[in-house]
């Protein structure tokens, strides 16, 4: 009964039928991500119906994963409507080039936007094969129970319900070789924010906690637990405390949205969306 519940999900994200097609998108991120909230399905069937979407508050993470359908079914993108200031959301790199500046300019140019807006987009300047083998590594270690849940209460710490269904820290495992060296490269951008973080924030950066590699949420998956014991919830509440930076890489291995908004957003208006890419 589930399989056949999903199918017909995945026949209305693709607009069709065919078992090639629909075989082809199942495991894609951006699809999975619609399956996994039935209500994306109805901003899908406005899509489809080239019909007026702007009222619909997900329509970029739809987007996504119908053009991710359209083009594996051979469509292409230009079967879609024009979404004129649907779309507009989508935005450039804050930052192209970090890796190669100084760490003083670094340090101003990043840090200036995360003053301006509170983030910072930065384009990676890992390896592809760093990348790929990292993605490899925690796939194995998912499918070896290596990876826990967070409680739920706690995922809008992180990146929500949708971003940290499935989270592992890295303490040093050999089976963690290429995510200890994406560990690394983020660990160097912080050390070089922490420079002057206090000139840039007034805020002074101490110290960061282990790395965490942090697995999207399947429509396979149920929901994560809730918080009961009052010791974890100490913990987290001591965590969100202490901690004022947040930074991660974005490691694919599809391109998946990210939508950042004040913790007390009161509408749309105040969502910022853009595609990363891997």
């Given at each position: 009964m589930l399989n056949v519940f999903v199918n017909s999900l995945l026949q209305r994200v693709a607009g069709s039928t065919d078992a090639g097609v629909l075989e082809a998108i199942r495991e894609d991120a951006s699809v999975q991500e619609v399956l996994s909230r039935p209500s994306s399905i109805r901003t899908v069937e406005d899509i489809h119906g080239n019909t007026t979407i702007e009222k619909q508050p997900n329509v970029t993470e739809v987007l996504l994963a119908v053009n991710k359908a359209n083009e594996t079914a051979g469509r292409g993108a230009t079967n879609l409507p024009d979404f004129g200031q649907a779309t507009s959301s989508f935005s450039a790199y804050d930052v192209e080039d970090w890796a190669e500046l100084p760490w003083y300019a670094k340090d101003w140019r990043i840090?200036?936007?995360?003053?301006?807006?509170?983030?910072?987009?930065?384009?990676?300047?890992?390896?592809?094969?760093?990348?790929?083998?990292?993605?490899?590594?925690?796939?194995?270690?998912?499918?070896?129970?290596?990876?826990?849940?967070?409680?739920?209460?706690?995922l809008a710490g992180f990146f929500g319900e949708m971003g940290s269904a499935w989270t592992r820290e890295l303490h040093g495992d050999p089976m963690e070789q290429a995510l200890q060296q994406v560990e690394k490269h983020i660990v160097q951008l912080g050390t070089d924010l922490a420079h002057c973080s206090v000139a840039f924030s007034g805020l002074r950066l101490h110290g960061h906690m282990a790395g965490t590699v942090h697995i999207s949420r399947t429509f396979e998956d149920t929901q994560?637990?809730?918080?009961?014991?009052?010791?974890?919830?100490?913990?987290?509440?001591?965590?969100?405390?202490?901690?004022?930076?947040?930074?991660?890489?974005?490691?694919?291995?599809?391109?998946?949205?990210?939508?950042?908004?004040?913790?007390?957003a009161e509408d749309e208006s105040q969502v910022y969306r853009t595609q990363l890419q891997p």
């Open positions: 840090g200036r936007r995360l003053v301006e807006k509170g983030f910072c987009i930065l384009k990676g300047s890992l390896s592809s094969d760093i990348r790929h083998e990292a993605v490899k590594e925690a796939m194995e270690l998912r499918k070896t129970g290596g990876f826990k849940r967070l409680p739920y209460e706690v994560n637990p809730a918080l009961t014991d009052p010791e974890v919830a100490n913990y987290y509440l001591s965590l969100f405390m202490r901690k004022k930076l947040k930074l991660f890489c974005f490691l694919g291995p599809s391109p998946a949205m990210l939508a950042i908004c004040p913790l007390l």
